[in-house]
């Protein structure tokens, strides 16, 4: 099983983007799915979790401007990103549950750029 994360890139300030996780090799959805952003020099940030029974949980930092849903049908994790603000800018990456019984962030995207300007 693998998660593969999309989109990113750059914008300025107030703006949006979106990314996309694939989770491929699953029998069935993962128990929980994630993403989580990191910049250069400091620790990992979780930012939001959706979870195979549909609670969806956002950290505070992002919450009311993040927007996380699941495509079930698809296996795929978004992340609609809005009123973007320049201490987003990081790499964002998706993770993911090994099976559907457990939660724990055990497979790992290799991650996507996020830049926002001002």
């Known amino acids: 099983v693998h998660v593969a994360e999309s989109g990113g890139g750059s914008v300025q300030a107030g703006g949006s983007l979106g990314l996309s996780c694939v989770a491929s090799g699953y029998p069935t959805s993962p128990r929980c799915m994630a993403w989580f952003r990191q910049v250069s020099g400091k620790e990992r940030e979780w930012v939001a979790t959706?979870?195979?029974?549909?609670?969806?949980t956002y950290a505070d930092s992002v919450k009311g401007r993040f927007t996380a849903s699941k495509d079930s049908a698809e296996n795929i994790l978004y992340l609609q990103m809005d009123s973007l603000q320049p201490e987003d800018t990081a790499v964002y990456s998706c993770a993911a549950s090994a099976n559907w019984k457990i939660c724990s962030y055990t497979i790992w995207g290799q991650g996507t750029e996020v830049t926002v300007s001002s």
């Open positions: 959706w979870d195979r029974y549909g609670d969806i």
